[in-house]
Protein backbone atom coordinates (compact mmCIF):
# COMPACT_ATOMS: atom_id res chain seq x y z
CA UNK A 1 0.00 0.00 0.00
CA UNK A 2 1.54 3.33 -0.44
CA UNK A 3 1.88 6.34 1.24
CA UNK A 4 -1.46 8.28 -0.02
CA UNK A 5 -3.54 5.12 0.52
CA UNK A 6 -2.44 5.04 4.17
CA UNK A 7 -3.22 8.54 4.29
CA UNK A 8 -7.21 8.04 4.07
CA UNK A 9 -7.18 6.21 7.37
CA UNK A 10 -5.94 9.04 9.28
CA UNK A 11 -8.62 11.55 10.31
CA UNK A 12 -9.21 14.51 7.70
CA UNK A 13 -8.07 17.31 10.35
CA UNK A 14 -4.85 15.34 11.32
CA UNK A 15 -3.85 15.39 7.51
CA UNK A 16 -3.47 18.74 7.49
CA UNK A 17 -2.00 18.85 11.06
CA UNK A 18 1.58 21.29 10.86
CA UNK A 19 4.39 18.80 13.31
CA UNK A 20 5.11 20.52 16.88
CA UNK A 21 8.84 21.32 16.54
CA UNK A 22 10.38 20.00 19.92
CA UNK A 23 13.60 20.45 21.24
CA UNK A 24 17.06 18.29 19.62
CA UNK A 25 17.86 15.54 22.46
CA UNK A 26 21.11 16.64 24.03
CA UNK A 27 22.72 13.66 22.32
CA UNK A 28 21.63 14.69 18.55
CA UNK A 29 22.49 18.16 19.39
CA UNK A 30 25.75 17.66 20.51
CA UNK A 31 26.65 14.95 17.27
CA UNK A 32 25.18 17.85 15.10
CA UNK A 33 27.13 20.90 16.62
CA UNK A 34 30.16 18.61 16.93
CA UNK A 35 30.81 19.33 20.52
CA UNK A 36 30.58 16.96 23.84
CA UNK A 37 27.16 18.06 25.73
CA UNK A 38 29.18 19.17 28.71
CA UNK A 39 30.66 21.78 26.03
CA UNK A 40 27.26 23.17 24.75
CA UNK A 41 25.00 26.11 26.95
CA UNK A 42 21.46 25.30 26.59
CA UNK A 43 19.52 28.04 26.87
CA UNK A 44 16.95 27.43 24.51
CA UNK A 45 13.93 25.65 26.44
CA UNK A 46 13.58 26.97 29.90
CA UNK A 47 15.56 24.02 31.84
CA UNK A 48 16.77 24.20 34.82
CA UNK A 49 20.76 24.32 34.67
CA UNK A 50 20.93 23.11 38.70
CA UNK A 51 18.69 20.09 38.22
CA UNK A 52 16.57 18.47 40.91
CA UNK A 53 18.14 17.73 44.90
CA UNK A 54 20.19 14.83 45.10
CA UNK A 55 17.42 13.46 47.19
CA UNK A 56 15.86 12.89 43.39
CA UNK A 57 19.04 10.29 42.01
CA UNK A 58 19.01 8.45 45.10
CA UNK A 59 14.94 7.71 45.43
CA UNK A 60 15.38 6.42 41.93
CA UNK A 61 18.01 4.60 42.63
CA UNK A 62 16.60 3.07 45.22
CA UNK A 63 12.82 2.35 43.12
CA UNK A 64 11.53 -0.95 45.03
CA UNK A 65 8.95 -1.91 42.59
CA UNK A 66 9.86 -0.52 39.03
CA UNK A 67 8.13 -3.66 37.64
CA UNK A 68 5.13 -3.03 39.00
CA UNK A 69 2.59 -0.78 37.40
CA UNK A 70 2.46 2.93 38.93
CA UNK A 71 -0.61 3.77 40.96
CA UNK A 72 -3.11 5.16 38.41
CA UNK A 73 -4.24 8.24 41.32
CA UNK A 74 -0.64 9.52 41.74
CA UNK A 75 -1.66 9.39 45.62
CA UNK A 76 1.32 9.73 47.43
CA UNK A 77 2.45 12.92 45.50
CA UNK A 78 -1.34 14.45 45.32
CA UNK A 79 -1.17 14.39 48.95
CA UNK A 80 2.56 15.81 49.25
CA UNK A 81 1.12 18.78 46.57
CA UNK A 82 -2.37 18.54 49.11
CA UNK A 83 -0.48 20.29 52.02
CA UNK A 84 2.13 21.99 50.50
CA UNK A 85 -0.75 23.94 48.41
CA UNK A 86 -3.29 24.11 50.83
CA UNK A 87 -5.43 22.62 48.67
CA UNK A 88 -7.97 19.02 49.18
CA UNK A 89 -5.83 16.69 47.04
CA UNK A 90 -9.39 15.82 45.58
CA UNK A 91 -9.06 18.88 42.95
CA UNK A 92 -5.51 17.74 41.75
CA UNK A 93 -4.76 15.46 38.77
CA UNK A 94 -1.14 14.58 37.87
CA UNK A 95 0.24 14.06 34.54
CA UNK A 96 2.85 13.15 32.01
CA UNK A 97 3.95 17.04 32.04
CA UNK A 98 1.60 19.78 32.13
CA UNK A 99 1.62 19.11 28.29
CA UNK A 100 -0.42 16.34 28.87
CA UNK A 101 -3.22 17.90 30.98
CA UNK A 102 -3.77 20.62 28.48
CA UNK A 103 -4.62 17.56 25.95
CA UNK A 104 -6.54 15.69 28.45
CA UNK A 105 -8.90 18.53 29.34
CA UNK A 106 -9.26 19.58 25.54
CA UNK A 107 -10.33 15.68 25.18
CA UNK A 108 -12.93 16.04 27.69
CA UNK A 109 -14.03 19.71 26.88
CA UNK A 110 -14.13 20.32 22.88
CA UNK A 111 -16.17 18.48 20.38
CA UNK A 112 -14.59 18.79 16.88
CA UNK A 113 -15.52 22.31 15.16
CA UNK A 114 -15.43 23.85 18.88
CA UNK A 115 -13.07 27.05 19.39
CA UNK A 116 -10.66 28.05 22.00
CA UNK A 117 -9.37 31.72 22.61
CA UNK A 118 -5.71 31.79 22.12
CA UNK A 119 -3.73 34.57 23.02
CA UNK A 120 -0.37 34.54 20.94
CA UNK A 121 2.50 35.36 21.42
CA UNK A 122 2.34 32.81 24.00
CA UNK A 123 3.16 28.54 24.87
CA UNK A 124 2.44 27.30 21.09
CA UNK A 125 0.97 23.97 22.46
CA UNK A 126 -2.00 25.23 22.75
CA UNK A 127 -3.01 25.85 19.60
CA UNK A 128 -1.22 22.86 18.73
CA UNK A 129 -3.57 21.09 21.12
CA UNK A 130 -7.04 22.26 19.90
CA UNK A 131 -5.72 21.25 16.27
CA UNK A 132 -5.25 17.30 17.22
CA UNK A 133 -8.05 17.92 18.70
CA UNK A 134 -10.32 18.76 15.95
CA UNK A 135 -10.90 22.78 17.19
CA UNK A 136 -10.52 25.90 15.99
CA UNK A 137 -8.28 28.51 17.65
CA UNK A 138 -9.26 32.18 17.41
CA UNK A 139 -6.89 34.50 17.79
CA UNK A 140 -6.74 37.16 19.95
CA UNK A 141 -3.39 38.57 19.70
CA UNK A 142 -1.65 40.17 22.69
CA UNK A 143 -1.40 44.17 23.34
CA UNK A 144 1.82 46.44 23.44
CA UNK A 145 3.84 45.10 26.28
CA UNK A 146 2.71 41.48 25.79
CA UNK A 147 -0.89 42.50 28.03
CA UNK A 148 -3.64 40.72 26.90
CA UNK A 149 -6.72 42.37 25.42
CA UNK A 150 -9.48 41.84 27.78
CA UNK A 151 -12.25 43.53 25.83
CA UNK A 152 -10.83 41.49 22.74
CA UNK A 153 -11.25 38.25 24.42
CA UNK A 154 -14.82 39.42 26.22
CA UNK A 155 -16.52 39.92 22.98
CA UNK A 156 -14.99 36.98 21.14
CA UNK A 157 -16.51 34.78 23.79
CA UNK A 158 -20.16 37.00 23.79
CA UNK A 159 -20.05 36.25 19.53
CA UNK A 160 -18.32 33.13 18.95
CA UNK A 161 -19.03 30.98 22.39
CA UNK A 162 -15.59 29.47 22.54
CA UNK A 163 -15.17 26.99 25.70
CA UNK A 164 -11.88 27.68 26.79
CA UNK A 165 -9.41 30.41 27.15
CA UNK A 166 -5.71 30.12 27.78
CA UNK A 167 -4.09 32.54 29.76
CA UNK A 168 -0.55 31.82 31.10
CA UNK A 169 1.16 33.56 34.01
CA UNK A 170 3.95 34.49 33.93
CA UNK A 171 3.68 34.19 30.13
CA UNK A 172 5.96 32.46 27.98
CA UNK A 173 8.06 33.43 26.11
CA UNK A 174 7.78 37.11 27.32
CA UNK A 175 7.84 36.49 31.19
CA UNK A 176 4.94 39.27 31.59
CA UNK A 177 2.62 38.41 34.85
CA UNK A 178 -1.54 38.83 34.18
CA UNK A 179 -2.69 41.21 36.25
CA UNK A 180 -5.43 40.57 38.66
CA UNK A 181 -7.89 42.49 37.20
CA UNK A 182 -7.18 40.97 34.00
CA UNK A 183 -8.05 37.44 35.41
CA UNK A 184 -11.08 38.30 37.01
CA UNK A 185 -12.27 39.95 34.02
CA UNK A 186 -11.51 36.57 31.92
CA UNK A 187 -13.53 34.93 34.67
CA UNK A 188 -16.44 36.32 34.56
CA UNK A 189 -17.33 35.42 30.90
CA UNK A 190 -19.05 31.95 30.25
CA UNK A 191 -15.75 30.04 29.29
CA UNK A 192 -13.54 27.64 31.16
CA UNK A 193 -10.30 29.79 31.80
CA UNK A 194 -7.33 27.92 31.74
CA UNK A 195 -4.19 29.57 34.00
CA UNK A 196 -1.13 28.05 32.99
CA UNK A 197 1.44 28.68 35.98
CA UNK A 198 4.29 26.58 34.89
CA UNK A 199 6.65 29.10 35.87
CA UNK A 200 4.98 31.14 38.68
CA UNK A 201 7.67 30.12 41.43
CA UNK A 202 10.10 32.30 39.63
CA UNK A 203 7.81 35.23 40.11
CA UNK A 204 6.78 37.27 43.30
CA UNK A 205 3.17 35.91 43.08
CA UNK A 206 1.78 32.82 44.89
CA UNK A 207 0.04 30.80 42.64
CA UNK A 208 -4.14 31.04 42.34
CA UNK A 209 -4.45 26.88 42.64
CA UNK A 210 -6.98 27.82 45.46
CA UNK A 211 -8.94 29.61 43.54
CA UNK A 212 -10.61 26.09 41.50
CA UNK A 213 -12.58 25.51 44.69
CA UNK A 214 -14.34 28.73 44.57
CA UNK A 215 -14.45 29.13 40.58
CA UNK A 216 -16.30 26.18 38.97
CA UNK A 217 -14.54 27.56 35.21
CA UNK A 218 -11.33 27.88 36.46
CA UNK A 219 -8.12 25.22 36.16
CA UNK A 220 -4.60 26.43 37.15
CA UNK A 221 -1.56 24.12 35.54
CA UNK A 222 2.00 23.33 37.42
CA UNK A 223 5.02 21.79 36.62
CA UNK A 224 7.82 20.28 38.02
CA UNK A 225 10.25 20.73 34.37
CA UNK A 226 11.12 23.96 35.06
CA UNK A 227 11.81 25.04 39.32
CA UNK A 228 12.12 21.52 40.38
CA UNK A 229 14.37 20.18 37.63
CA UNK A 230 12.79 17.69 36.53
CA UNK A 231 11.86 18.18 32.76
CA UNK A 232 13.16 14.52 31.55
CA UNK A 233 11.07 12.88 34.03
CA UNK A 234 7.55 14.32 32.94
CA UNK A 235 5.79 15.57 36.05
CA UNK A 236 2.51 17.97 35.96
CA UNK A 237 -0.09 18.87 38.37
CA UNK A 238 -3.44 20.88 37.85
CA UNK A 239 -5.77 21.79 40.27
CA UNK A 240 -9.32 21.61 38.90
CA UNK A 241 -12.46 22.36 40.08
CA UNK A 242 -14.90 19.44 42.33
CA UNK A 243 -17.14 19.51 39.31
CA UNK A 244 -14.48 18.88 36.62
CA UNK A 245 -12.39 16.34 37.87
CA UNK A 246 -14.01 13.13 37.97
CA UNK A 247 -14.09 13.45 34.23
CA UNK A 248 -10.70 13.74 33.63
CA UNK A 249 -10.39 10.84 35.86
CA UNK A 250 -12.52 8.72 33.12
CA UNK A 251 -10.72 9.71 30.56
CA UNK A 252 -7.16 9.72 31.78
CA UNK A 253 -4.85 6.65 30.69
CA UNK A 254 -4.58 5.13 33.89
CA UNK A 255 -1.21 4.45 34.21
CA UNK A 256 -0.29 8.12 32.62
CA UNK A 257 2.60 8.94 35.72
CA UNK A 258 5.45 6.35 35.67
CA UNK A 259 7.10 5.27 39.16
CA UNK A 260 10.20 6.78 38.30
CA UNK A 261 8.25 10.32 37.72
CA UNK A 262 6.26 9.94 41.34
CA UNK A 263 9.18 8.52 42.98
CA UNK A 264 11.29 11.56 41.76
CA UNK A 265 8.55 14.24 42.32
CA UNK A 266 8.10 13.08 45.53
CA UNK A 267 11.30 13.31 46.19
CA UNK A 268 11.91 16.87 45.18
CA UNK A 269 9.57 17.98 47.99
CA UNK A 270 11.29 16.61 50.59
CA UNK A 271 14.47 19.10 49.97
CA UNK A 272 12.33 22.52 49.84
CA UNK A 273 15.21 24.44 51.02
CA UNK A 274 17.20 23.31 47.59
CA UNK A 275 13.97 24.57 45.65
CA UNK A 276 14.29 27.73 47.59
CA UNK A 277 17.95 27.99 47.03
CA UNK A 278 18.14 27.62 43.34
CA UNK A 279 14.99 29.69 42.68
CA UNK A 280 16.69 32.36 44.72
CA UNK A 281 19.70 32.20 42.27
CA UNK A 282 17.69 31.95 39.38
CA UNK A 283 16.22 34.68 39.76
CA UNK A 284 19.22 36.77 40.81
CA UNK A 285 20.86 35.59 37.88
CA UNK A 286 18.08 36.54 35.62
CA UNK A 287 18.35 40.32 36.96
CA UNK A 288 22.16 40.33 36.37
CA UNK A 289 21.87 38.64 32.94
CA UNK A 290 18.52 41.46 32.15
CA UNK A 291 21.06 44.39 32.97
CA UNK A 292 24.07 42.86 30.58
CA UNK A 293 21.86 42.69 27.68
CA UNK A 294 20.27 46.14 28.10
CA UNK A 295 24.67 46.76 27.19
CA UNK A 296 23.96 44.59 24.62
CA UNK A 297 23.73 47.55 21.23
CA UNK A 298 21.60 45.23 18.92
CA UNK A 299 19.27 43.57 21.57
CA UNK A 300 16.23 45.02 23.53
CA UNK A 301 15.53 42.64 26.58
CA UNK A 302 11.80 42.56 28.38
CA UNK A 303 11.72 42.43 32.16
CA UNK A 304 10.52 38.87 32.92
CA UNK A 305 9.08 37.12 35.93
CA UNK A 306 9.81 33.53 34.75
CA UNK A 307 13.10 32.13 34.18
CA UNK A 308 14.05 33.45 30.51
CA UNK A 309 14.08 36.79 29.41
CA UNK A 310 12.51 37.66 25.45
CA UNK A 311 14.91 39.96 23.30
CA UNK A 312 13.99 42.14 20.38
CA UNK A 313 16.99 41.50 17.97
CA UNK A 314 17.79 45.15 16.53
CA UNK A 315 20.05 47.41 14.77
CA UNK A 316 20.48 45.82 11.61
CA UNK A 317 21.07 42.45 12.76
CA UNK A 318 18.91 38.98 12.26
CA UNK A 319 17.78 37.32 14.71
CA UNK A 320 17.80 33.93 13.23
CA UNK A 321 21.41 34.93 11.95
CA UNK A 322 22.35 35.32 15.49
CA UNK A 323 20.86 32.14 17.07
CA UNK A 324 22.53 30.20 14.48
CA UNK A 325 25.68 31.95 14.97
CA UNK A 326 25.78 31.21 19.04
CA UNK A 327 25.18 27.59 18.53
CA UNK A 328 27.68 26.87 15.72
CA UNK A 329 30.56 29.13 16.63
CA UNK A 330 29.89 28.88 20.27
CA UNK A 331 27.76 26.13 21.26
CA UNK A 332 25.44 28.29 23.30
CA UNK A 333 21.37 27.71 22.30
CA UNK A 334 18.74 30.63 22.50
CA UNK A 335 15.44 30.18 21.23
CA UNK A 336 14.44 31.78 17.89
CA UNK A 337 10.63 31.85 16.53
CA UNK A 338 9.77 30.83 12.70
CA UNK A 339 6.44 32.34 13.52
CA UNK A 340 6.38 36.05 11.73
CA UNK A 341 5.35 37.78 15.07
CA UNK A 342 8.14 36.71 16.59
CA UNK A 343 11.12 36.32 13.84
CA UNK A 344 13.00 39.50 15.02
CA UNK A 345 13.29 37.52 18.78
CA UNK A 346 15.01 35.24 20.34
CA UNK A 347 14.12 33.85 24.10
CA UNK A 348 17.27 33.34 26.46
CA UNK A 349 16.98 30.85 29.41
CA UNK A 350 18.18 32.08 32.60
CA UNK A 351 21.38 29.54 33.73
CA UNK A 352 24.74 29.87 35.47
CA UNK A 353 26.06 32.69 35.80
CA UNK A 354 29.27 30.95 33.97
CA UNK A 355 26.54 30.87 31.46
CA UNK A 356 25.36 34.24 31.60
CA UNK A 357 29.65 34.93 31.05
CA UNK A 358 30.16 32.72 28.08
CA UNK A 359 26.78 34.00 26.41
CA UNK A 360 27.63 37.82 26.97
CA UNK A 361 31.13 37.15 25.74
CA UNK A 362 29.84 35.49 22.43
CA UNK A 363 27.30 38.43 21.87
CA UNK A 364 30.16 41.01 22.02
CA UNK A 365 32.08 39.14 19.06
CA UNK A 366 29.03 39.15 17.25
CA UNK A 367 29.01 43.57 17.44
CA UNK A 368 29.08 43.80 13.54
CA UNK A 369 25.96 42.30 12.18
CA UNK A 370 26.29 38.84 10.35
CA UNK A 371 24.00 37.75 7.89
CA UNK A 372 21.17 35.81 7.82
CA UNK A 373 21.88 31.80 6.78
CA UNK A 374 19.69 31.19 3.68
CA UNK A 375 18.15 27.50 5.25
CA UNK A 376 17.90 25.17 2.17
CA UNK A 377 14.19 23.24 1.41
C1 LIG B 1 3.79 27.92 29.58
C2 LIG B 1 4.15 26.48 29.60
N1 LIG B 1 3.25 25.59 30.02
C3 LIG B 1 3.52 24.28 30.06
C4 LIG B 1 4.75 23.80 29.65
C5 LIG B 1 4.98 22.31 29.63
O1 LIG B 1 5.36 21.85 30.85
P1 LIG B 1 5.68 20.30 31.06
O2 LIG B 1 7.14 20.13 30.88
O3 LIG B 1 5.22 20.05 32.47
O4 LIG B 1 4.89 19.53 30.06
C6 LIG B 1 5.73 24.68 29.22
C7 LIG B 1 7.04 24.16 28.77
O5 LIG B 1 7.88 24.81 28.24
C8 LIG B 1 5.42 26.05 29.17
O6 LIG B 1 6.31 26.94 28.70
Not at 300 to 329: M, R, W
Request: proline share 8%; net charge negative.
Amino acid sequence: MNGSCTDTFIRPHLRKLAAYTPIEPFEVLSKRLGRAPEDIIKLDANENPYGPPREVLAALGDMPFPNIYPDPETRRLRSALAELNDIPMEHLLVGCGADELIDLLMRCVLDPGDSIVDCPPTFTMYAFDAAVNGANVITVPRLDGFRIDVPAIERVVRERRPKMVFMTSPNNPDGSMITEADLLAVLALPVLVVLDEAYIEFSEEASRMRWVMERPNLVVLRTFSKSAGLAGLRVGYGAFPAGMIDYLWRAKQPYNVSVAAETAACAALTNPQYLQDVRDKLVVERERLFGLLQDVPFLEPYQSSANFILCKVVGGQDAKAVKDTLASEHGIMVRHYAKAELSGFIRISVGRPEHTDALIAALRTLEQPVAAVVEEE
